[in-house]
């Protein structure tokens, strides 16, 4: 009996020491762009790929010979801010009984919690939806563990600057 208790216990912690260096997150955490400070309710998706934020209009435009978007985005409080990033690629979004979408990537540094993360993010349309960003699984893949039956437990006050 005792082997078995000692063998429980070395299961147990050593199943969690993994877990440890990850941060517990809810299904819905303010996500804060930076350099530019613009923080938004995000959605955290473990379904959906990649993250997106959602744009009113975007637009390519050539900068000393290299492709780059520029993109309006509107926070929670109807506040709007224009962003410009280099394209990264253009991804093809598959969908059901219509066109595949073609949607502009580009890297943004998210601020979750207190750390930084440089990640790419696909521009989309989310007006009919209530979140302007999602969070999928290349983003919280190493870093972050999804409890869906809690929300905003994280704040995003990482210094702005980069």
């Avoid at 290349?138 to 972050?144: A, P």
Wanted: proline share 4%.
């Amino acid at each position: 009996m005792r082997y078995f208790l000692i063998l429980l216990f070395f299961c147990s912690s050593h199943a969690t020491a993994g877990s440890d260096r990850l941060t517990s997150i809810g299904w819905i955490e303010p996500v804060r762009i930076l350099p530019e400070g613009m923080e938004l309710q995000a959605k955290i998706d473990t379904g959906a790929d990649n993250s997106s934020v959602g744009v009113l209009e975007w637009a390519s435009y050539n900068n000393k010979g290299e492709e780059w978007i520029r993109f309006k985005v509107r926070d929670n409080r109807g506040n709007s801010k224009v962003f410009e990033r280099p394209l990264e690629r253009y991804t093809h979004i598959k969908r059901k009984k219509a066109k595949p979408l073609l949607r502009p990537v580009v890297n943004l540094w998210l601020c979750l919690g207190h750390q930084k993360y440089l990640t790419p993010v696909n521009l989309s349309d989310r007006q009919a939806f209530n979140y302007r960003m999602l969070i999928g699984r290349s983003f919280l893949k190493g870093r972050f563990l999804v409890d869906s039956g809690v929300s905003m437990t994280q704040s995003s006050d990482c210094i702005t600057s980069l």
